[in-house]
């Protein structure tokens, strides 16, 4: 079993900065790849990144890509998402999840989930 703890969350204004950080404990993270996700109000939750085990491979949704960087530290057993020219359509809670298997973008391929970190973004 993997335990996701998620922090980093907030209010900010549009144009700011945000660092989210996924701490794991249970397992090593080492051999998963980590995701992150997020759910708005009335919404379903969506793919935003992900990042293989060696944190060479790295996949964006469209709507984030060039503004999100995702990166991991397995000696640390943490995963963070650097959030730059936030949006107010990017506030959401926002999960990180665990899988055993490729890079996927969908949600029920992942094993694993955090309770979620919620981020707001003012116009």
């Known amino acids: 079993q993997v335990q996701l703890v998620e922090s980093g969350g907030g209010l900010v204004q549009a144009g700011g900065s945000l660092r989210l950080s996924c701490a794991a404990s249970?397992?090593?993270?080492?051999?998963?790849?980590m995701g992150w996700f997020r759910q708005a109000p009335g919404k379903e939750r969506e793919f935003v990144a992900a990042?293989?085990?060696?944190?060479?491979?790295?996949d964006y949704a469209d709507s984030v890509n060039s503004r999100f960087t995702i990166s991991r530290d397995n000696a640390k057993n943490t995963v963070y998402l650097q959030m730059n020219t936030l949006k107010p359509e990017d506030t959401a809670v926002y999960y990180c999840a665990a899988s055993r298997v490729g890079i996927p973008r969908a949600v029920s391929r992942y094993d694993y989930w955090g309770q979620g970190t919620q981020v707001t973004v003012s116009s």
């Open positions: 249970g397992r090593t993270i080492s051999s998963y790849t």
């Open positions: 990042n293989d085990w060696t944190g060479a491979i790295k």
